[in-house]
């Protein structure tokens, strides 16, 4: 029997080599498990590498848009089939969700700084109750290639207050492991699976 112990564990261990990511309004999560592309029309086409892991991109707001004004999201998004992602979100320093297609169950973490301070491997899986009750605020379907949702609106139905809220970084991708879906399972974000995702906004309500 042989018993190891890691020196150091790193948050984006690397999972193969791929040449730099373009400039673009994502990038992957780890930088190098998926190929970017961009589009003609500026949206973002990513696939995925390994066909094991999160399949994650990540959107940063500079400067972050205060959600009191603006507090309707809006993000040009088309999936390939068997691609399951939600959007993760930091808002105000607090961490939520809003379901796209990926399971609620089997979660360990959500893909916001927050949780990014270390390995997952050894956290307790988190029932789905407890992940709708602290993080959930709502679904959203995409509808001729957009997503539409009011954050304003789902937060404000948890009793969180708008004024100087602010949406500070965006992650599209997946966390559950239900079916052992990190691990390639049941044919969630395989290799090949891609993503193609256009710049997000915050618009005012009409």
Not at 23 to 32: F, G, K, Y
Not at 122 to 145: F, I, K, Q, S, W
Request: charged fraction near 20%; include cysteine; aromatic fraction near 6%.
């Amino acid at each position: 029997r042989a018993t190891l112990f890691a020196e150091r564990v790193a948050w984006e261990p690397e999972v193969l080599y791929v040449a730099d990511a373009p400039a673009a309004a994502w990038q992957p999560r780890p930088a190098d498990s998926a190929t970017l592309t961009v589009l003609p029309d500026g949206r973002t086409r990513a696939v995925h590498n390994a066909g094991a892991g999160p399949f994650a991109l990540r959107h940063r707001f500079e400067p972050p848009p205060d959600l009191a004004q603006t507090p309707v999201l809006e993000v040009p998004l088309r999936q390939g089939p068997g691609t399951e992602q939600n959007l993760h979100l930091e808002i105000g320093g607090r961490s939520f969700l809003v379901r796209i297609s990926a399971p609620l169950s089997g979660m360990k973490a959500l893909l916001t700084p927050e949780f990014e301070r270390g390995e997952c491997f050894r956290l307790p899986v988190m029932p789905e109750a407890a992940v709708r009750e602290r993080y959930l605020l709502g679904e959203a379907a995409t509808a001729d290639g957009h997503l539409r949702f009011d954050l304003g609106k789902a937060l404000q139905d948890k009793g969180i207050q708008l004024p100087h809220l602010r949406l500070t970084v965006l992650t599209l991708g997946n966390t559950s492991n239900t079916g052992y879906r990190l691990a390639g399972g049941e044919g969630c974000n395989p290799a090949g699976a891609f993503v193609e995702v256009g710049e997000p906004r915050l618009l005012g309500r009409d």
